[in-house]
């Protein structure tokens, strides 16, 4: 028995060491991380600069309180910050993870509007399905049932409206016009909610954990700014598993040209070396909160030396090795691999996502987009399959959480070809054995 717990009893092996893609259990077997963790390790493992970084800084101070003194690691990431992000977003709220930093958007555009005389204004639009953190107020936000459900007489409710899932619809619409489709469900709920109650709309520009890679049509991105702005309304990109170069741009949002009010940083943004993350605002919004008295938020941790020189080392590594640029070309050939594996597996019905972002969804049916039986549990069988010959995928269900099985795979933006031609071998041996297990169709 262990007095540590997390979400269950999976057993897993004590981790001796890692490097690059590779993690090493105690027992000598080597793991390809596919996923970087939870898409967090974006440099790879233990790169010796960053770890040359964090001693340096060790030997000066690991810890200094924000309203006692400033540090040079937190002012100089956060200009490193602001000069990596659209133009107008230059104040950094540093803070030690993904949730943190949607807690702190929302919290911050409440604030804003205050100052501003707009105190209706208090809702905050997701979508659904979407993932926005697990503390109450970014659980509020996210549209995972089994995630909400337990704790929904806890929170206070936020409205949705449907993610922009294209590839389900069965329908004679261009992909322009389905991206349109999509973004006026933003208008008809700011409507039907009443325009003068409406705060912000948070959005992942390309899906995480509840939608698998899920990019919308590109019309869709400029649709959702201008409705914004016609209802003066802040648009919050959730960039914690987007930033930080994962899908070809340091901020996915540079895809599409938008320039959001707000933007959460974490997970690739500390690498796996810190905790580390950041909310990133407009400084017209900083200001006007200050100006009222202050921003009424904070943690411990936020700003703390340590962290932000592991992050300020992650950054260099990312434009040393173009890691950005190195993330756009393996994405192609990551995409290219997993879609030639629809004519072997007929239950892969759809392949998606942008950069080293990508996923693949099973289906029963690829013409009815119908979702697997419930009881294969496919999205965590598949997932031991791989885990058991050497292979880290990460996986949820689909379709709101209760349904449906999609799997991320996601690299270190370190990974070269060769190693993923690694990853897809031992993918297409678990899907093989998957395949056996079920009855599934394999073409020879």
Known sequence: ?????????????????????????????????????????????????VLAAMRAQMERATFGYRLHFRT????????????????????VFFVSGGSEAVESTIKLARQYALTQGQGSRWKVISRFPSYHGCTLGALALTGYDPLTRPFEPMMRAMPRIAAPTAYLDRDNLTDEQRGLKYAELLRDEILAQGPETVLAFIMEPVGG???????APDSY???????????????????????????????AAEHWGITPDLVTLSKGFGGGYAPLGAMVARGDMVEAVLDAGGFLHGFTSAGNPLSCAAGLAVLDEIERLDLIANAARMGEILKDRLAGLMARYAF???????????????????????PLPRALNAHSRLVELAYARGLILYSRRTRGGDEGDHFIVAPPLIVTEAQIDEIMAILVDALDAFAQETGLAVAA
């Open 209 to 215: 954990a509840s939608t698998g890679a899920l990019v």
């Open 348 to 370: 892969i019905g759809d392949v998606r996502g942008k950069g080293l972002l990508m996923a693949f969804e099973m289906m029963a049916d690829r013409d009815s987009k119908a």
């Open 221 to 251: 991105y400029g649709r959702i700014r201008e409705i914004c702005d016609a209802f003066g309304i802040l648009l919050i990109y959730d960039e914690v598993m987007t930033g930080a170069g994962r899908t070809g741009r340091f901020l």
């Open 1 to 49: 028995m262990s007095n540590l717990f997390y979400q269950s009893r999976q057993p897993r092996p004590f981790l001796d060491r890692a490097e690059g893609i590779y993690m090493y259990d105690t027992e000598g077997k080597r793991y390809i991380d596919g996923s970087s963790g939870a898409m967090v390790s974006n440099i790879g493992h233990s790169n010796p600069n």
């Open 72 to 91: 040079a690691p937190s002012e100089d990431l956060a200009a490193r910050t602001a000069s990596l992000m659209p133009e107008g977003l230059d104040r």
